[in-house]
């Protein structure tokens, strides 16, 4: 673990930071390491605490996603590996637990929604193969589905308010839009994005 004082220079030695994440429900923020490792900070305590991550799979870590509900980190790691770290804060790394899907190859990407403790994670597949959204209960810790596309995921998100989610699938150098329905695990409609390599964010008008 480390320390780090109230001016919060990060202070992670592993280095190559590759994405950030805040929770405003708890004032917590977290930088992702791809060196294996997710530092927590504390806003208010001026604490921060470096935890491991992707140990299971020995795999570099791709993407988070926080749910400010529970408190609850999900990391998506290249070996298959999906964890889920909860209640951590400045002075402690939280409760670890680890979610594979037989089904699913190299998770890029993953998103939330609050309302239902679901995690939703793309799966990019690999050698040329299609890629697919892992579905996982964050009450029961079990995969609900595994969805199949058609390409290679490599961005999502998901609307609260719908309960939707959005999937961008890549095919060479076109893109779609893949919408599924949060609850049912179901696919509702493809969009034809046009040649777009740019990831997606949250869509509130969706």
Partial sequence: STFNPPNFSTGDSNGDPIEVATN??????????????LDIHDGAAGHSFNTAVCNSSSSS??????????????????????????????FYGGD??????????????????????????????????????????????????????????????????????????QTGQASQILVLDGVAGKTLTTINAGNIMARIGACAGC
């Avoid at 405003?24 to 490792?37: C, D, E, F, I």
Wanted: glycine fraction near 10%; charged fraction near 10%.
């Fill in 96 to 169: 670890e637990s680890t979610f594979q899907d037989p089904n699913a190859s190299v998770p890029v990407a993953v998103a939330v929604l609050e309302s239902l403790n679901r995690a939703y994670v793309a799966n990019g597949g690999t050698n040329g193969t299609d890629g697919s959204i892992s579905i996982f209960d964050g009450n029961s810790g079990q995969l609900i589905t595994n969805v199949s596309v058609n390409g290679s995921p490599v961005a999502i998100a998901t609307n609260e308010a719908t309960a939707k989610v959005y999937v961008q699938i």
């Fill in 24 to 37: 405003p429900a708890t004032g917590m923020w977290y930088v992702l390491y791809g060196s294996q490792s």
């Fill in 61 to 90: 870590p791709t993407s988070m996603a926080v749910n400010t509900h529970t408190n609850t980190v999900w990391v998506t790691c290249t070996g298959n590996e999906v964890d889920a770290i909860s209640n951590g804060s400045g």
